[in-house]
């Protein structure tokens, strides 16, 4: 397979454009804020076993979900109404993260968030690019989810949740945080049947690249998302 180092600086298309239809573009590297704002305004996010070289992606096809096109279920709107979960965002993102990374997923033996992920993205979000969005029942946080704001982008990294509903609701709350704050769509990155049953959906990767190269025209916002 033909991949491209990250040291080599490639930006916007040409990084991207160069990745296999499986999405890998590149080997090696590190996780220097830098290193992943570059990234991420080229399309592409680090997803890799701990242990093993930093491995960069770009799918094909993306996954994304438009805010307009977000679809809440009937449940749902149930247990929004019910005023059961309080939301709060970037108050705990450390917590947050850290739950990521400690969740067991359908088909992986152990988690990609490893202790050099946290520290990278804790330093994102001290400088303002990442973000929390976290769910409290009875003063206790029991899920939330975690991702990366550039211009009008919102990359979306992990979610987590310890009681049932508690994960989507935090992302019902991000769609309506978006909503507010301009964000043209919430990048998913690989494919999900959740996230398709919520309005998302599959674009070729030339196609998203030209969505991300018009999010980006927009200025970066990195003050916190405090309520």
């Known amino acids: 397979m033909a991949v491209i180092a990250l040291e080599e600086k490639y930006r916007g298309y040409t990084f991207s454009a160069q990745a296999e239809k499986e999405g890998l573009v590149a080997v090696g590297g590190n996780l220097s804020t830098d290193s992943l704002l570059l990234a991420y305004k080229s399309g592409v996010f680090p997803w890799f076993t701990p242990g093993d070289p930093i491995l960069w992606w770009s799918p094909d096809p993306r996954l994304i979900l438009l805010p307009e096109n ?17 939301i709060k965002y970037d108050t705990n993102f450390v917590d947050v993260i850290t739950n990521c990374s400690k969740v067991l997923r359908p088909n992986q033996e152990g988690t990609w968030i490893s202790p050099e992920i946290v520290k990278a993205y804790k330093t994102l979000h001290r400088l303002g690019y990442a973000h929390s969005v976290e769910t409290y029942y009875q003063g206790q946080l029991v899920g939330g989810l975690y991702g990366v704001v550039l211009g009008k982008a919102f990359f979306g990294e992990s979610m987590f949740h310890f009681m049932s509903n508690a ?61």
């Not at 977000?70 to 309080?86: A, D, L, T």
């Not at 494919?191 to 990767?205: F, M, N, V, Y």
Request: proline content about 3%; aromatic content about 12%.
């Open 167 to 227: 994960s989507k609701f935090a992302f019902y709350h991000l769609v309506l945080k978006v909503k507010e704050l301009g964000i043209y769509f919430i990048d998913a990155q690989q494919q999900t049947d959740h996230l398709k049953s919520l309005g998302a959906r599959s674009i070729p990767r030339k196609e998203f690249l030209v969505v991300l190269e018009k999010a980006l025209e927009s200025p970066d916002r990195t003050e916190l998302w405090n309520l």
């Open 70 to 86: 977000y679809r809440c279920s009937h449940s749902m709107r149930q247990v929004i109404n019910s005023g059961k979960f309080e």
